[in-house]
């Protein structure tokens, strides 16, 4: 994932990698090999810790492309989910529920490497 992640963000197009976390440190503890790439290329990857009560219930895993591609499962802990290549109006759906909840996120500003 780590060697895909890489590839898609050093492809020379303008692409965004937005990643949203219940617990910000947990990555850091674990020392996430994604927080050094993350770290080596921050104009693609930004972070955000949902903090506000209502979304923290919310245990999601999702991944939209802009193609109207997804992955999502309903627990973010569990390998079970549902997946389309080309499922526009639900990958519209999940995108909309997304934006929605990394408006109301932090940003994670720990995660920059020399903290600015």
Not at 19 to 33: C, G, I, R, S
Not at 55 to 73: F, H, Q
Not at 78 to 94: N, P
């Amino acid at each position: 994932m780590l060697a895909a992640l890489r590839a898609f963000a050093t492809s020379g197009r303008e692409v965004q990698v937005r990643v949203l976390l219940h617990d910000a440190a947990a990555p850091q503890a674990a020392h996430a090999m994604l927080l050094e790439l993350a770290q080596r290329l921050p104009s693609v990857f930004q972070f955000r810790e949902v903090d506000d009560p209502v979304y923290r219930e919310d245990r999601s895993a999702v991944l939209v492309n802009d193609a109207g591609g997804y992955y999502a499962r309903a627990q973010g802990d569990a390998v079970a989910g549902s997946a389309c290549l080309d499922g526009r109006a639900r990958a519209r759906q999940l995108q909309q529920r997304f934006e929605e909840i990394w408006e109301r996120s932090r940003p994670v500003a720990e995660y920059r490497a020399l903290g600015l």
